[in-house]
C-alpha cells in the first residue's frame, strides 16, 4: 500500500507539472528499474509500449508474485513515463 501511494502522488506531480515532470515519474521507477537492480534493465524490453502500459497498471494480473506496485495512471500518463524510461519505445 505504502508503495501504491508513492506512485500515486509521484504520478500526480509529474501529471500537474507537464511533461518535463514525466521524470519525476520516471525516477519512481528507476528505484527499482536500470542495471543491476531488482527490476531489471528496461532500456533492452522487447516488450511493446502497450503492454508495458498494462502491465504497470496491473502486473500481478500478468505475474502473481510480481512486486512492483500497481501504478494509477492513464494510458498517456504511463506512455509518457515509459518513453521516459526507454527513450524510442514503441
Known amino acids: 500500500m505504502k508503495y501504491v501511494l508513492t506512485a500515486v502522488l509521484v504520478l500526480g506531480l509529474a501529471v500537474a507539472g507537464g511533461s518535463s515532470a514525466y521524470a519525476v515519474g520516471a525516477s519512481f521507477c528507476k528505484a527499482c528499474h536500470g542495471p543491476g537492480k531488482k527490476g531489471g534493465d528496461l532500456k533492452d524490453c522487447n516488450t511493446?509500449?502497450?503492454?508495458?502500459?498494462?502491465?504497470?497498471?496491473?502486473p500481478k494480473a500478468s505475474n502473481p508474485k510480481a512486486t512492483m506496485p500497481p501504478i494509477k495512471a492513464t494510458d498517456a500518463e504511463l506512455g509518457a513515463i515509459i518513453e521516459e524510461l526507454v527513450p524510442g519505445k514503441k
Open 48 to 58: 511493446s509500449k502497450a503492454d508495458m502500459i498494462k502491465y504497470s497498471k496491473d
